[in-house]
């Protein structure tokens, strides 16, 4: 199965793995909806050997946002291809598709930069190819990191250890008895350090070899094993994936760094709580300048720490850019955290 459609390929699949879904024998009630595009056949059709950045041939280095809308293409040349003029999908749904589908890929590349890094941090040993730099930060068990991919709607405290949880829980009890609230705006990913007691685990060192459904299922699931063991000071980084911003949307990404920095940092006393928004466009907005925005709490209690909410705006050039700025990222924060735990 090819990255590049293939009329072969695709008359080859069974009607369980086809990317795209006929569903005018089965209508959905009160929807006009003909055709669903199948977001994880898609991805699995599309990248069913390798993932980008770890791949032997030159998807590494083609832009990202070309490695991106390739499973959309794929997907609108078998609707093309299988049901002719009759295929139609909304720009809404392809566009919330393509969303994910940049979220599920990236995540995919950030969980393979992981792996090798914590192969690295257990062995010492560093793996050749792709080629990536070496990083300098001494090897230790304790400085694996695990990348999660978290659900819509996840609420993140889960991931917290008890005793942090039940502080954060006493702080909304309280805006509670005021009918106040204080909702937590889930981030699309985290990257923690793998607790103490998982650390042994060969998940967290072993690359996804494709996006096939049971690496996509891998993915969806990991923060099921960390949830409850994760300390306050070892959520290190959090990420919005944004295919495209939306004037509107700007502020959401800055809601969820404050509130994690209000009580992580604030409250929890943990470190900076790095945050940042990845997207393929900004056109048409003021992002950069909205994201120089201060983190509200510092600004609130005058800290000499004070730092952006946002850490940085980031557009991946290619698959390949995207890991070595992420391991040259867990290279500077991991090389803090002790040898000894």
């Known amino acids: 199965m090819p990255f590049t459609f293939s009329q072969v390929a695709t008359q080859a699949l069974t009607t369980e793995d086809l990317c795209i879904t006929d569903l005018r024998d089965a209508p959905i009630r009160n ?7 199948a977001q994880q056949n898609m991805l699995a059709y599309t990248f069913p050997s390798f993932v980008p950045g770890f791949a032997e041939a030159g998807v590494n280095g083609m832009p990202y946002g070309q490695i991106v809308d390739r499973p959309i293409e794929n997907a609108m040349k078998e609707g093309q291809l299988l049901y002719g003029v009759d295929f139609s999908v909304s720009p809404a749904a392809v566009a919330k598709v393509a969303g994910d589908i940049f979220e599920i890929i990236s995540s995919a590349v950030l969980w393979n930069a992981a792996a090798r890094w914590n192969s690295y941090m ?5 793996a050749s190819a792709p080629r990536y730099a070496k990083p300098n930060a001494q090897p230790a068990p304790s400085r694996q990191v695990a990348v999660l991919n978290l659900p819509r709607d996840y609420d993140w405290v889960q991931l917290l250890v008890p ?3 039940d502080k954060i829980e006493e702080i909304r009890a309280g805006l509670g008895g005021k009918e106040l609230g204080l909702p937590t705006s889930t ?6 350090v793998v607790p103490e007691e998982l650390r042994e685990l060969d998940l967290w060192a072993d690359g ?3 996006l096939k459904h049971p690496s996509q299922a891998e993915l969806r699931h990991a923060h099921k094993l960390v949830e409850g ?4 000071g070892e959520i290190i980084l959090a990420v919005a994936f944004k295919k495209s911003l939306r004037s509107d949307r700007l502020y959401q ?3 969820e760094a404050n509130v994690m920095q209000l009580l992580l940092e604030g409250r929890l006393g943990a470190p900076r709580v790095e945050f940042e928004v990845h997207t393929l466009s900004l056109e048409g907005t003021d992002a ?3 994201y120089t925005a201060a983190s509200l709490y510092a600004v609130a209690e005058d800290r000499p720490d004070i730092h952006r909410a946002v850490r940085e705006l980031y557009i991946p050039e290619t698959a390949t850019h995207l890991v070595k700025r992420f391991l040259g990222f867990l290279n500077e924060r991991m090389s803090l955290v002790s040898t000894l735990g």
Do not use: I, M, Q
Not at 31 to 37: E, I, Q, V
């Open 253 to 255: 990404p800055l809601y």
């Open 229 to 232: 063991r994760v300390e306050p």
């Open 187 to 192: 981030p699309d990913l985290a990257v923690v």
């Open 122 to 126: 257990r062995t010492g040993s560093w």
């Open 163 to 165: 005793e942090a949880r």
């Open 208 to 210: 996804l070899p494709d």
């Open 288 to 290: 950069l300048n909205t």
């Open 31 to 37: 929807r006009a909806t003909k055709f669903r595009l």
